[in-house]
């Protein structure tokens, strides 16, 4: 009796060591128990929204650029670049630079007595995130600058704030756009900037619509719908690196030679110059 007792005693150890140790087999194969989620992700607060139009101006008006809108800046300080043009608001005595008719506005750069005037003009309203663009036809001329760009509304310093470009282009190089992001990790004048550049055959004879999508992850640069540059947020929460998390305002100018605009010297006789601008868009996550 003794040892049936002790048979049956010893079977039942033998089986509860072998469900324990299928037990500690089956959490360590991880076939069925879950990864363990060590990092919470930050949930989008944008998922699930769409691209709403939220600021325009179509220049279906005539006259100078609307003034609820837009405001200029104004001088002949070389602006950090070693350009040569006087920026004026809007027009320079009888000499008008923003134009607005038959559904553009012309951005005109020309010879005043011995200076060259022209326009930066800027919109009042600036945004955090969106899609910004714009369709424009680009001047001809050795020495012209044409950009439509971004700088932050709180802006203190370049290049420690940031900076968007949403297309440049310099006459002595027709029909080369780019698409650029400045920060204090990578901007031009230590060579390590983000850019992007393509070629577009009648950026100077043809309209062609410009844009940026500006995310909590990324930059993205288009022209015609066709993505050719990227500027993923490396997410090290590093102002050096990524400036891009506060609200930015739009800007389009046309310059007269300087650093870039000018590497080849300028030629007058393109003057007046015109930078065509069918419409400015901005559409926000609804």
């Known amino acids: 009796m003794k040892k ?18 299928c037990v500690k087999k089956d959490k360590s194969s991880g076939a069925s128990q879950p990864p363990i989620k060590e990092v919470e992700e930050e949930e989008d607060p944008d998922a699930g929204k769409t ?4 600021w325009s101006d179509e220049f279906d008006y005539e006259g100078l650029p609307d003034n609820q809108k837009w405001w200029y800046e104004t001088g002949a300080n070389g602006w950090g670049n070693n350009e040569l043009q006087n920026y004026v608001s809007g027009a320079n005595g009888t000499d008008t630079c923003a134009l607005v008719s038959n559904g553009t506005l012309k951005i005109i750069a020309k010879k005043q007595g011995n200076q060259v005037i022209s326009v930066r003009m800027n ?5 955090l995130y969106g899609v910004f663009e714009a369709r424009l036809k680009l001047p001809i ?13 709180n802006f203190q310093s370049w290049p420690a704030d940031g900076e968007i470009d949403i297309m440049e282009e310099v006459g002595y190089r027709p029909n080369y756009i780019s698409s650029s992001i400045h920060c204090l990790a990578y901007y031009h004048k230590v060579g390590t900037q983000k850019t992007a550049e393509k070629y577009i055959a009648t950026a100077q004879s043809e309209f062609h619509v410009y844009k940026v999508e500006w995310t909590r992850s990324y930059i993205y640069g288009y ?5 050719y540059f990227t500027f993923p947020n ?6 050096d690196t990524w400036p891009f998390n506060a609200p930015f305002y739009l ?3 046309l310059a007269w030679g300087g650093d870039w ?8 006789t393109a003057l007046p110059a015109t930078y065509e601008v069918d419409y400015v868009r901005v559409y926000q996550k609804q």
């Open 123 to 127: 919109t009042h309203e600036s945004w």
């Open 4 to 21: 049936i007792y002790y048979i049956l005693l010893l079977g039942l150890l033998v089986a509860t060591v072998s469900c324990v140790s």
């Open 251 to 253: 800007k389009l100018n």
């Open 141 to 153: 001329g050795k020495g012209t600058w044409p950009a439509f760009w971004m700088l932050p509304k």
């Open 223 to 227: 022209v015609d719908g066709v993505r």
């Open 261 to 268: 605009g000018g590497a080849q010297g300028v030629d007058e």
């Open 51 to 54: 691209y709403q139009l939220v």
């Open 234 to 239: 490396d997410k090290k929460n590093n102002k």
